[in-house]
């Protein structure tokens, strides 16, 4: 089955620890986003990717970083500079303008 | 710049009855738009999509929505809901750049 893939769903964070969300996609689709998620505000474009080897801030990028060193993965770490980083974090990814979700991760920071 | 805006975090409807969720944008250039449906812990699920052809959009599950450009909107209704419909939707817009801009949800309740 095609989809994209993200682990683990659930994820708990001491204060000043780094962690890696994973995204994984067999769609072959060239574009992938992070986006976060907090009740109330909708969703908000942290980083983007439309080709391998390159990725673009998206409107809250600090105290987050990603790479995209393959067309199927694009992880994202979330830093200890992140202040506020319980959340629900999605990954997406698209074929001209429609965006397909993966199933998400809850981090939360103890 | 693009904005999408949802009147009404939370709507409650009883079961049967007619769902209408709002959804208002902002675009300088002809808009693509999408809703999306949330259900609890789990991603989104694309509903339906303007693209330019018809102003009236059938989607999935019952689901329709109406561009008009005069009133800058794109509702999502139903004839009658279930209560399997309960879930949070969100309204987006496209950059065209490929980027969506979310409205902030709207929660629907439905009540038997």
């Known amino acids: 089955d095609g989809g994209i893939t993200q682990s683990p769903k659930y994820l708990f964070r001491k204060e000043g620890q780094n962690v890696t969300l994973s995204c994984e996609q067999n769609l072959n689709h060239d574009a992938m986003y992070w986006y976060r998620q907090d009740p109330g505000q909708g969703l908000r474009l942290i980083y983007y990717s439309q080709i391998v080897n390159d990725f673009q801030k998206g409107d809250i990028a600090e105290g987050y970083s990603v790479s995209r060193e393959k067309k199927e993965s694009f992880p994202l770490t979330v830093t200890s500079a992140q202040k506020n980083p319980t959340a629900f974090y999605l990954c997406a990814s698209s074929i001209g303008l429609e965006q397909f979700f993966g199933p998400g991760t809850r981090l939360t920071v103890l | 710049a693009q904005s999408v805006t949802q009147l009404g975090s939370h709507v409650s409807v009883s079961e049967g009855a007619l769902v209408l969720l709002r959804c208002n944008y902002s675009?300088?250039?002809?808009?693509?738009l999408f809703w999306y449906v949330q259900y609890p812990n789990q991603g989104l699920q694309l509903l339906l999509k303007?693209?330019?052809?018809?102003?009236l959009v059938k989607g999935i599950n019952g689901f329709e929505a109406e561009f008009k450009k005069s009133e800058t909107s794109f509702h999502l209704t139903k004839p009658s809901a279930h209560m399997s419909d309960a879930a949070e939707y969100f309204c987006?817009?496209?950059?065209?750049?490929?980027?969506?801009?979310f409205g902030q949800g709207t929660e629907l309740s439905v009540k038997p």
């Open positions: 987006a817009v496209s950059d065209q750049g490929g980027k969506l801009i």
């Open positions: 675009s300088s250039v002809p808009p693509y």
């Open positions: 303007y693209t330019s052809a018809a102003t």
